[in-house]
């Protein structure tokens, strides 16, 4: 039973960390270069579903603020639009008070992995690029081949 | 404009890069004067910022104004401001290099060489001045894309080794992602100064999460550095990449990673937690050991001359490492010393076993038969590059093996004063027999041919000065380093001291 909670309480990190050995397996064991780079963007993508996960909560949303929500902060007061600027600096700390952040997911994590995809996709592209040009020279992608014609012939 | 010097570091070669990439593609003669620009541009901002560093202390720079736990901030003190322009000033010294050498591998390549060249100075000078832990694993991926590309310009066996490079480097660069990550779960900031103060703040020391982040994060670094038993991918991928590449790669990248490791340390971790509550010194130091003899010895059975230097690479990598994990002050000092000391030493040979290169076409030791005749001047240069790696008085290289040694008598690490002295023996070795070459030809005995091919070319034939000229400063600076460690040694120290790295601790 401990075994089993230890696993459903944090069944994302488990999920990832076997994904992230999948990926790694791959990128050991296979011996066909386009199916190493496969490999290493599963690697890359177990990384990212971790860093998504650990900005998800239960029940949270995007934290953006609907217009009543901001409106239910400054209580009477916030009749038009016009009246915001006026009472910003005073009302702001108000509107703190009424937001409660367990209703929000964090997007930090997310917006970070945007760039981490967006690394990913070019590390892909690289090694693709490097993979088409073994191709050109080698006229192999096996990895045992490409390292036979090396030895043999120069 | 001087408050902006931190933003002016990385904004020349970026936005040239660029600039090199549209323009370049029809007018290739601008790419070589636009890429030493911008680069001087560089190296004058970074001296600008080590001076405002000696005088003023440490200089915060935020991007865009934010303030640091949500925004990016630059942070540079003594040792971000040293290694800064050690870095730029290497980048500016391998593109004059590059002048005729690019051309003439990479005939069509041109304005993507050097677009490749701006963005992989970019990258490094950007690891060594943010604050941002996220941040840093950006600039390290723009320096590792850049770089397999670079080596991958090569002939033949390049290409594999570029494709090695992709995938041991993408785990490296991963591990550190993850590591962060766990950072990020337990202190809820990216930023490495914010980090530790909540680390220290909550006590977080004792959680097995930050445990985990350690050791991702030193994995990861490691990997990316080539610490000996993850160095698989270095030597093939500096021994047949273009020679400018492997003037750039050789002293730049491995040493940059040691910069973040030291940062790491002593920044993120702290000097309590790394050294003191994890008791890993021991086991450290003797892996160093390990890489250091590794290295030499492989160095040792190298017929190619650059192959053989890649291979001395891995064992400084060990020489830093072993420096850091001394746990102990003089020999923090000594690693910090000998990151500048070796990128240019490094840079020195490389140069020099390109020059050998585009001379002759030859990639291996005989190609030194008797060149002492032919260049004199090309051969003071790599005398100097080569009496600093085995540790020879006047050059940068004797004082930092000096304050490594000493580091490692004070904390009683004895097996790595023999493993550093058995290395430079190594490496005395290596330099005499080439040297050897060099004056009196491959095979002396044979005198009647010997003879024979020096009355053939007897005559004179310097490199060419775009090539000469920086072989000859990086020389100058390997002495100048040497002659004034004094001063390099104090701005170090002002670093360091307040670390209070306990003398001797085990």
Known sequence: MELFEAISTKINYWVYIVIMMIGLFAMISKNNLIKKLIG???????????????????????PILYHDQVHAAHGDHGEADTS??????????????????????????????????????????????????????????????????????? | MIEQSPALILIPPFLVAILVALVGFRYQKVCFPLTVLSLAGSVVACVVTLMRVIEGGTIRYFIAGWAPPFGIEFR??????????????????????????????????????YTLFLLLITGLLGMVITGDAFNLYVMLEVAALTSYALIAMGPKRATLAAYKYVIMGTIGASFYLLGVGYLYIKTGSLNMFDIHEVLKA????????????????????????????????????????PTTSSAILGPLVTKVMIYVMIRLTLTVFGVEYTFIQLEWSNIVVWMSVLAILAGSISALAQTDLRKMLAFLIIAEVGYMVGGVWLADE???????????????MTLCVFLFAGILFAKTGKRDLSAMDGQFKKMPLTLVGFL??????????????????WYLIQGGINSGHYEYVIALLISSLINAVLFFRMIEIAYFGVKPAEGHDHDHS???????????????????????ILLLIGIFNKDLVAIITDFVSPFNIASGAR
């Open chain 2, 76 to 113: 540079i003190d003594g040792l971000n401001a040293l290694v800064a322009v050690t870095v730029s000033s290497v980048g500016l010294l391998a593109a004059i290099y590059s002048k005729n050498r690019v051309p003439a591998e990479n005939p069509d390549k041109v304005s993507q060489y």
């Open chain 2, 384 to 401: 100097v590059g080569a009496f600093s790696l085995i540790g020879i008085p006047p050059t940068a290289g004797f004082f930092s093996k």
């Open chain 2, 202 to 241: 909550n006590d977080l020391f004792g959680s097995p999460a930050v445990l985990v982040a350690f050791i991702m994060i030193t994995v990861g670094v490691w990997i990316k550095m080539a610490f000996f038993p993850l160095h698989a991918w270095l030597p093939n991928s500096y021994a047949y990449a």
């Open chain 1, 84 to 154: 915001h600027g006026e009472h910003g600096a005073v009302e702001s700390h108000e509107a703190d008070i009424h937001i409660n952040p367990d209703d929000f997911t964090n997007p930090l994590v997310h917006v970070l992995m945007l760039t981490a995809i967006v690394v990913g996709v070019s590390t892909l592209g690289v090694g693709l690029a490097i993979t088409q040009k073994l191709h050109r020279e080698f006229g192999s992608i096996e990895e045992h081949e490409i390292l036979e014609i090396i030895k043999s012939g120069k």
């Open chain 2, 454 to 476: 020096d009355d053939h070319d007897s005559g004179r034939s310097e490199a060419s000065a775009s090539m000469l000229i920086p072989l000859l400063i990086t020389a100058a």
């Open chain 1, 40 to 62: 290493m963007s599963i690697f890359q993508t177990a990384i990212i579903l971790f860093y998504v996960s650990i900005g998800v909560k239960e029940g949270a949303t995007i």
């Open chain 2, 330 to 344: 003089t020999g923090m000092i000594g690693a910090i010393y000998h990151i500048i000391a070796d990128a240019f």
